[in-house]
């Protein structure tokens, strides 16, 4: 079986919503710090749903493709859907990861939810910190620091 997935290899080849988006509404920037991947999500958000969607992913073929599906499953929607988007999401919709790259779809995930954040606090909106917790206990399903 090969290693990723065709959706993998198209998303990577052909990744969707490149690029930056002038006068973000929220913008989420996070890294890894061991393999040196780094990820920037931009959001313009109208009437409460994810109007447009932006990244720029500096790094592996896999946060490329993780970058490109996270965008696709959360433009259109409403920012509460887009606050739960899960790592796991991004996974099964790539019909999966190989298990040391499932990291870079988390990093996939904290971009969007650091974008949102950036959101909330722009517009000084109320927000449930708990809704941004770092992934602390996902060492079970994932090593999102390997
Ligand atoms: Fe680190 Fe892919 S190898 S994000």
């Known amino acids: 079986m090969a290693l990723y997935s065709e959706k993998v290899m198209d998303h990577f080849r052909n990744p969707r919503n490149v690029g930056i988006i002038e006068n973000a509404d929220g913008i989420g920037e996070v890294g890894n710090a061991k393999c040196g991947d780094i990820m920037k999500v931009y959001l313009k958000i109208e009437d409460d749903i994810i109007a447009d969607v932006k990244f720029e992913t500096f790094g592996c073929g896999s ?17 509460s859907e887009a606050l739960s988007l899960t790592n796991q999401a991004v996974v099964e919709a790539l019909d999966g990861l190989p298990v040391h790259k499932v990291h870079c779809s988390v990093l996939a995930e904290e971009a969007v939810k650091k974008a949102l954040l950036d959101y909330y606090k722009r517009n000084g909106m ?4 708990q809704q941004f917790e770092d992934h602390e206990n996902c060492g079970s399903c994932c090593d999102h620091n390997a």
């Open 126 to 129: 109320t927000y449930d910190p």
């Open 63 to 79: 946060a490329i493709a993780s970058s490109s599906m996270a965008t696709e499953l959360i433009k259109g929607k409403p920012v």
